[in-house]
């Protein structure tokens, strides 16, 4: 079977190499150390997303 490649994850700005993904869950844990958008992508780019990290209203007073 062919693994398409939108059956993997990759992301320089979380620090994830590209991975291969499984059929069912799959659970990547990352600690963001700046604010700001961090993009992702499958391998080849063509399938993207971003995630936006704020700053915790607790840590930063506001």
Do not use: K
């Amino acid at each position: 079977m062919a693994v398409s490649c939108a059956a993997s994850l990759y992301s320089p700005d979380l620090g994830i190499e590209p991975m291969v993904l499984e059929p069912g869950l799959n659970i990547v844990t990352f600690t963001p150390e700046r604010t700001g958008v961090l993009r992702y992508s499958c391998g080849m780019g063509m399938y993207w997303g971003s995630i936006t990290v704020v700053e915790d209203p607790a840590v930063s007073g506001r």
